[in-house]
């Protein structure tokens, strides 16, 4: 690896191609193109060190946080929110900036959605493929069936699903944002009333053919309701707009090789 990159090396302080590796497997690049994931991890490794030398050559000193049961930041994930902390201040946001987001469209200022859904279950181990292949092939034409005949659902849940609700149809009841798994839930999103998926959709659990039972949308919230929300969403935006530009001085006072700090592809994290 050390032969096919550039060594890293900002402001004189030289980056281990270590470093770069491990960093690396942070990030996606297209088949056969490993080089791509090695910019981008330069580019990230490059910022990282920026920030590191400014909050050292500062003096800032930071206890690492909690964030998560029983996680805590790193001695250097400290000190970058430290120096950050420092050197960035973002004003609340005005009453009517607040109101102008609202009034942008209130639509998308929901109560959350309820979903009554039914399915039949294909249930396997999605990490063995020939588990996930074979529950695959189970569950092709039943889907036929149903999308060929919809008012067989239920006698074909209680066929062939191996979810405990096959007794009732499939039927899983009313369901909300964060009472399934993300796939699932991703699905349910987009389905109508009365729809059933056009192709069977893999969870953990295994492969699922999901109907649509009903859906009650969420009513637009009041702006009260929302204000904190809202509040909070443009302090955050602010913040974020703030924190680019600092990293852009740092950028265009430093001196760096074995990066280009442009994006590549995807967002550079």
């Not at 090695?38 to 920030?51: G, P, S, Y």
């Not at 007794?167 to 993300?182: F, I, K, N, R, Y």
């Given at each position: 690896m050390a032969a096919l990159h550039p060594d890293?090396?900002?402001?004189?302080?030289?980056?281990?191609?270590?470093?770069?590796?491990?960093?690396?497997?942070?990030?996606?690049?297209?088949?056969?193109?490993?080089?791509?994931?090695?910019?981008?991890?330069?580019?990230?490794?490059?910022?990282?060190?920026?920030?590191?030398?400014?909050?050292?050559r500062q003096g800032i000193s930071a206890t690492p946080a909690a964030v998560g049961p029983d996680r805590f930041e790193t001695n250097e994930e400290a000190l970058i929110r430290g120096l950050l902390e420092a050197a960035i201040t973002v004003d609340p946001p005005a009453e009517a900036d607040i109101l102008a987001e609202w009034n942008h469209g209130p639509e998308r200022f929901r109560s959350h959605p309820l979903w009554e859904v039914s399915h039949i279950?294909?249930?396997?181990?999605?990490?063995?493929?020939?588990?996930?292949?074979?529950?695959?092939?189970?569950?092709?034409?039943?889907?036929?069936?149903?999308?060929?005949?919809?008012?067989?659902?239920?006698?074909?849940?209680?066929d062939h699903s191996d979810c405990g609700?096959?007794?009732?149809?499939?039927?899983?009841?009313?369901?909300?944002?964060?009472?399934?798994?993300?796939?699932?839930?991703?699905?349910?999103?987009?389905?109508?009333e009365g729809e059933i998926t056009a192709e069977p959709v893999l969870t953990r659990h295994g492969w699922h053919i999901i109907r649509m039972d009903g859906v009650a949308k969420g009513q637009i919230l009041p702006f009260e309701a929302v204000k904190p929300h809202i509040r909070d969403a443009l302090e955050k935006k602010a913040w974020t707009i703030s924190a680019r530009n600092y990293v852009s001085q740092l950028k265009a006072a430093a001196t760096i090789s074995g990066a280009d700090l442009q994006p590549v592809g995807a967002d550079v994290h």
């Open positions: 890293l090396i900002v402001n004189g302080e030289k980056v281990p191609h270590s470093v770069l590796a491990a960093e690396v497997q942070n990030h996606d690049a297209p088949k056969g193109k490993p080089g791509i994931a090695w910019r981008k991890a330069a580019n990230a490794i490059a910022v990282r060190t920026l920030l590191l030398q400014e909050a050292r279950l294909m249930a396997c181990d999605p990490r063995d493929e020939s588990d996930k292949q074979a529950a695959l092939a189970r569950a092709t034409p039943v889907l036929a069936n149903a999308l060929a005949n919809p008012k067989a659902f239920s006698r074909l849940a209680q609700s096959k007794s009732s149809g499939g039927a899983l009841g009313q369901l909300g944002p964060g009472d399934t798994v993300p796939e699932f839930e991703t699905a349910l999103r987009d389905l109508a």
